[in-house]
Every structure is written in structure tokens, then in C-alpha cells.
């Protein structure tokens, strides 16, 4: 028997036990072991759940426990997570979790912790909801010198941004909407501007590089600025916009970055549609593979804690070795970034916008006499900020093309 205890009843955590029950035949068979919740730890109780029996608000009751070998740990934030999960470790209890904060800033420290304790700290979930992507990067591209990283890794948004698409809408009321329908949350600056997305891929970068990419040294857009003008032009160009979180080995060090972009529909990330996720990953052997799927929700983020458990009851006693140290990366300044630019101008400004970037491209909108917008030659990101910004009021708006 292995016994397993979940921090925190909430949406992932009555996932995890849902999960653990309904698909307990499979999972045990898989885990070559009977796995049994033994606790519930949350600061509330649950008249009439039926699992209120296991329910504790003393996490010493878990970690004193040496029958628990497992901790699911689904509070989500810093803390008291973090002290959790390394109480739980330095016991040699492996953790598995759901929690991106946590893991994207102290992820080594608690790998470390679980080396050296034998154990092991799992992270599937935290990226990407139940979209497999930590372990094929940690298992499956193992052969692979990985170059690129680029995604969708935020539901929220790309709600949002196609909503506003197909429905021609403005962000304000599109947000309403979705906070409305319980598809953003109240407070939605997590997600509107790009901090969650920019902790999963300073989660993945960190795998990528095998160093630490501190989220706090990412360059971070959200998408609040993105308007229903903006994309008239992108259809009128057959292109979209999406949150993308990109990661990029480069000769001068990472480059790692979150904004929105404007995609060609040859990008596989064009197709990714409402609340899904995907993670197109490059490698210089394979090229490109794509992970599709449901990154937010009850039963796929529990399940991706989950398939950590079951991980977690084959390796006892063993680390499974994740490629994640705590030096840091080396980032590449994105000034130093070579791309183009969509720009959107007041009408009466064009010609100023093709005297600023000449050979810039205009973007013809049948009927549309307010404003204008081109593409610029692709040129470094400081020097294009220097020109825009020198345009003052006459410009509307820019939104960064794919690199080049
Ligand atoms: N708020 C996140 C999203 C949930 O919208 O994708 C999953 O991390």
C-alpha cells in the first residue's frame, strides 16, 4: 500500500482524489501498487463530502506520518506551500504538483532538496494543465539538443483573443464576458498580463536550457492592449493573434519572452482555439512536434498530478533525474531581437509611418478610411521602439510580427 496526502481541497485537489477513486483499477495497475489518500489537508471542513473522515487542518499530521510517502500539494501560491513541500521532501516524501509559482521560483532548490532525499518533486501539471510536456521534455526528447519553445500556454487569453476575433468585440466587454461565464477570474491580471504564461515558460526554458530562468527576468506582455482594430488588419493579412510564450536557445544565451504576436496561419499555433493550450517544441534532430490539449480545469490538471503519482509509486526510493540546475541562464536582451512589426496610424499619418520605416508594407482593409496599418521590415527591437515611439500620438498601436 502507498498512501498519498492532498494539500488542498479545492478545484485540483477534489480533482486529484476524483481522479485517484474513478480510475483507481488503472491507476493501481499502473502504479504496480495499491495508492490510498490517507489525508485531506485544508482549512475548511466538509460536512457531507465523502471523504470528510480524511480531512485534517494540521499539516504535522502529514508530515509526522511515516505510512504517507506521497504528497499531492494543490494549494497554489508561494505560500505556505513552499515550506510544505520542502518539509514533506527533507522527510523524503515526494511531491507532486499543480503549483507553476512555486515551482517556477524555487524549482531547483526542491529538486535539489528531493535528490538528495531520494525522493522525487514532480511537476507535469504546473504547464500546460493535462497536456503532457514536462515529461516528454524531461523523458521523451532526451536525445534531442532542444532550440525553441514556443506556446499557448495561457486558456484565459486565448479565450479572449478569440472571442474578440470571431466576434468582432472589443477586450473590455469580451473580459466582462468571460469573467461573467466564470472563464476568467475576478481578478484577471494574472492572466491578462501574461505573469501566469510567463511562469510556465520560465518553467519549460528552465528545462530547455537544464539552468534556472528566473520568471522575474522575462519580458512580459499581456494582451490589454490588443482591440478589435487590430484584428480587422490581422484577418484582412490572413493572420491572428495570440499569446505566445517563446523560449529560444540563440548563440548570445535565451531568449525568453511573453506577448502577443501576430501569427500567419502556416503557424500550427493559428488553430489553437478558446481555453486550449499547446506547446510547439524544436529540436535539432526531430524538428518540430506540437502538444494539443486542455490546459486549465478540474479532471485534466488532477489527472497530469496524477500521472506524478503514479510516477512517483514506480521510482520509490529513487530520483528520477530532472535536467533543471540552479545556475542561471544567460538571457538575451529582446532589444537585441531581430523581427517585424504589425503598426496601426491615424489615417492622416501614413506617410509619416513609410518615412519611419521605410519599406514597410500597407495593409489594405476594403472600406476603412479611420486609421491605417503596415508591416515593417523586420529590424532590431530597439530600434524599432526608438521610431514608434518618436511617432508620438500619430500611432495606434504595434503588435510584434513572428521572428525572423
Ligand atoms: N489561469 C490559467 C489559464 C489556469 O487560464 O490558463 C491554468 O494555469
Redesign the pocket.
Known amino acids: 500500500m502507498i498512501y498519498v496526502a492532498v494539500l488542498g481541497y479545492g478545484t485540483v485537489g477534489s480533482g486529484v482524489v476524483e481522479v485517484i477513486e474513478k480510475n483507481k483499477d488503472m491507476v493501481n495497475k499502473k502504479s504496480a501498487a495499491q495508492l490510498e489518500i490517507k489525508y485531506i489537508l485544508d482549512l475548511r471542513d466538509f460536512p457531507g463530502d465523502p471523504y470528510e473522515h480524511k480531512v485534517v487542518h494540521d499539516v504535522n499530521i502529514i508530515l509526522e506520518d511515516p505510512e504517507v510517502s506521497i504528497v499531492c500539494e494543490t494549494m497554489g501560491g508561494v505560500k505556505p506551500a513552499y515550506d510544505f513541500t520542502r518539509a514533506a521532501l527533507l522527510k523524503g516524501k515526494s511531491v507532486c504538483t499543480s503549483n507553476?509559482e512555486l515551482v517556477a521560483s524555487h524549482g531547483p532548490e526542491l529538486l535539489q532538496i528531493a535528490r538528495e532525499h531520494c525522493c522525487n518533486y514532480l511537476f507535469e501539471a504546473s504547464v500546460g494543465?493535462g497536456i503532457p510536456i514536462i515529461r516528454p521534455l524531461n523523458y521523451s526528447l532526451t536525445a534531442e539538443k532542444l532550440e525553441a519553445i514556443t506556446g499557448i500556454l495561457?486558456?484565459?487569453?486565448n479565450y479572449i483573443l478569440t472571442k474578440m476575433e470571431k466576434e468582432g468585440a472589443d477586450f473590455a466587454a469580451t473580459l466582462k464576458k468571460a469573467q461573467e461565464k466564470g472563464y476568467a477570474?475576478r481578478n484577471p491580471e494574472?492572466?491578462i498580463e501574461g505573469y501566469?504564461a510567463c511562469r510556465k515558460i520560465a518553467i519549460l526554458s528552465s528545462l530547455m536550457t537544464g539552468q534556472n530562468v528566473s520568471y522575474e527576468n522575462i519580458y512580459t506582455e499581456g494582451i490589454s492592449r490588443i482591440t478589435a482594430d487590430d484584428f480587422v488588419y490581422a484577418k484582412a493579412a490572413g493572420k491572428s493573434i495570440k499569446l505566445l510564450a517563446m523560449s529560444k536557445d540563440t548563440p548570445e544565451g535565451t531568449l525568453a519572452m511573453v506577448s502577443p504576436c501576430m501569427i500567419s496561419s502556416e503557424n500550427p499555433l493559428y488553430m489553437v482555439s478558446g481555453v486550449f493550450?499547446a506547446v510547439c517544441v524544436r529540436g535539432n534532430m526531430l524538428g518540430d512536434s506540437m502538444y494539443y490539449g486542455k490546459?486549465?480545469g478540474k479532471l485534466p490538471t488532477a489527472s497530469a498530478v496524477v500521472s506524478d503519482v503514479v510516477d512517483c509509486a514506480r521510482h520509490q526510493g529513487k530520483t528520477i533525474m530532472c535536467f533543471w540546475n540552479q545556475e542561471e541562464a544567460k538571457l538575451v536582451d529582446i532589444g537585441d531581437v531581430e523581427r517585424g512589426f504589425f503598426v496601426r496610424a491615424k489615417a492622416d499619418s501614413a506617410a509619416d509611418v513609410e518615412a519611419a520605416f521605410p519599406g514597410a508594407e500597407r495593409i489594405q482593409v476594403e472600406g476603412r478610411s479611420q486609421d491605417c496599418g503596415y508591416f515593417t521590415k523586420p529590424m532590431k527591437e530597439r530600434e524599432f521602439t526608438a521610431r514608434y515611439e518618436a511617432l508620438g500620438d500619430k500611432v495606434l498601436g504595434r503588435i510584434r510580427l513572428e521572428m525572423v
Open positions: 507553476k494543465g495561457n486558456g484565459t487569453t477570474e494574472a492572466d501566469d493550450n490546459g486549465a
